[in-house]
Nanobody
Framework: QVQLVESGGGLVQAGASLTLSCSAS????????LGWFRRAPGKEREFVTS????????YYADSVKGRFAISRDTAKNMVFLQMNSLKLEDTAVYYC????????????????WGQGTQVTVSS
């Protein structure tokens, strides 16, 4: 069993940067792939980025390529999402997720989810 706790959301201006953090706990936490998803107002949850359990593979949605970066600290059981050049369209609740062998961009294949953290980008 894995528990995920997110932090780092907030209100920022367009063009600014923000980093989200997610702490994972549980005996098998370090062996799970980790991902970030988001849900914008009136929209379905969508894939943002993910990283394999060993950090060897990373995946990004087209909408965030070149602006966002995912990283993980296996020793600390943490995953981060660095967001740069934020746009109004990035406003959403961001969730971290964990799975033993998920499809990188398919939310239904992740077994564990954080509570979500709000990111609001203003003009």
């Amino acid at each position: 069993q894995v528990q995920l706790v997110e932090s780092g959301g907030g209100l920022v201006q367009a063009g600014a940067s923000l980093t989200l953090s997610c702490s994972a706990s549980g005996r098998s936490a370090s062996s799970f792939a980790l991902g970030w998803f988001r849900r914008a107002p009136g929209k379905e949850r969508e894939f943002v980025t993910s990283v394999s359990w060993d950090g060897g593979s990373k995946y990004y949605a087209d909408s965030v390529k070149g602006r966002f970066a995912i990283s993980r600290d296996t020793a600390k059981n943490m995953v981060f999402l660095q967001m740069n050049s934020l746009k109004l369209e990035d406003t959403a609740v961001y969730y971290c997720a964990a799975g033993s062998s998920p499809y990188p961009n398919l939310d239904s294949t992740y077994a564990y989810w954080g509570q979500g953290t709000q990111v609001t980008v203003s003009s």
